[in-house]
């Protein structure tokens, strides 16, 4: 994660981006601390959809902290009656009267003191302190999970003590400290309206040109989590074999993916490896045998791809050789200029996609 800088230019788009497209909801409104206490743990436990009724009736009826700490604790749990969890509510209750004791009723403004308070975790005190006081604590959700695991292609699972800790530095990083309280705002407002878990709209998401994922035809793979069935690792070394304006192709064949579709000669390990190691590979050897001098350069390194039940780790190789030798005989003989009217996988697709790029800078 160290190549990950302070950008403040990501935080801008997602505010810029959320300036116009925010959902109107009535908490969005308040710079109340208390009604923005509420709904977080109410939207803890259900889509905002169905939870906007129980916002409304809850605050209609205990309006403010005095209010709901002088209530009794059945009527307390008549009002959360529906949204279960009811530990929450009680939580909500006893929070409610230590802010009477402890704060003089006023909400506390300070991270440490609002995290001190019962049933308020380390999520719902940035969201608290952040949209209330612009303090720059980020916060992070399963929204915010998915969009920076989706925007920098992080690995780390999210579900474990060491990815809460990356995300949260991540987060932190990411966020433009001027405007805490948006940029959190904002960038769970992407996650829940554009960068959903499934078919997320990247075609007109603002952080399209940044993200990883996408730029990388990953979008699926992230966030990881650790309780993921396993699926199998294959490496792939692509090698674009170029000799006096031609190119080679195979067809795939068989029940492995991608039967039917071209892709370029191909050399598969069981472990990654880098060129020095490959070179000394068998199959390396019958492929380029007899070339003459090879010029090689490493085009795409290590790209994950992921399928369904397999991860790839795909290297894209240009080499360049004197003389077409007799291996290369086996395969389908391309002007390199024609590859792209062959059917090709996604996965090789990008990489032809970076070529142009490259060829056109
Ligand atoms: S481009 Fe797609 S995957 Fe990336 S942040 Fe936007 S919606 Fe999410």
């Known amino acids: 994660m160290s190549q ?65 700490a002088s209530a009794e604790e059945d009527e307390v749990l008549k009002y959360w009656q529906g949204l279960g969890y009811y530990s929450r509510a009680r939580n909500l209750h006893a929070a409610a009267k230590d802010i009477m004791e402890r704060f003089s009723g006023v909400f506390p403004d300070r991270y440490e003191d609002v995290i001190s308070l019962k049933g308020i975790g380390e999520y719902t005190a940035a969201a608290i302190v952040s949209f209330v006081w612009n303090r720059p604590y980020p916060v992070v959700d399963g929204n915010v999970f998915r969009v920076l ?25 990411v966020m433009d400290p001027r405007y805490a309280g948006q940029h959190n705002q904002a960038i769970m407002e992407l996650g829940a309206l554009q960068c959903v878990p499934q078919n997320p709209d990247c075609e007109t998401c603002p952080l ?70 490959l070179q000394a590979t068998d ?48 395969f389908l003989s391309v002007a390199t200029r024609d590859v792209e009217k062959y059917a090709v996988p996604r996965l090789i697709h990008i990489y032809l996609e970076k070529l142009k790029g490259n060829l056109s800078e």
């Open 4 to 68: 990950i800088e302070n950008d403040l230019g990501t935080s801008r788009l997602l505010r810029d981006w959320y300036r116009m497209h925010r959902r109107e909801l009535p908490w969005r409104e308040s710079s109340d601390p208390y009604i923005i206490w509420i709904s977080e743990i109410i939207l803890q436990q259900t889509r905002v959809a169905q939870g906007m009724d129980y916002f409304l009736r809850f605050t209609e009826r205990f309006p403010d902290v005095a209010s709901l």
């Open 283 to 330: 199959a390396f050897h019958r492929l380029l045998e007899g070339a003459g001098r090879l010029n090689v350069s490493v085009d795409l390194q290590e790209v994950k791809h992921v399928l369904s039940h397999q991860t790839l780790y795909a290297t894209f190789y240009r080499i360049e050789i004197e003389r077409e030798n007799d291996a290369l005989k086996a």
């Open 149 to 173: 695991s989706r925007l920098f292609a992080v690995d780390t699972p999210i579900d474990t003590p060491k990815g809460k800790k990356a995300f949260t530095e991540l987060a932190g990083l």
């Open 208 to 277: 399209k040109g940044r993200c990883t994922a996408y730029g990388t035809g990953n979008v699926r793979a992230y966030p990881v989590k650790r309780n993921k069935a396993k699926t199998r690792d294959r490496y792939f070394h692509y090698l674009y074999i170029i000799c006096k304006g031609k190119t080679w192709l195979s067809r795939r064949k068989g029940k492995d993916i991608w039967e039917g579709l071209y892709e370029f000669p191909l050399i598969e390990t069981d472990r990654a490896m880098d060129f020095t190691e």
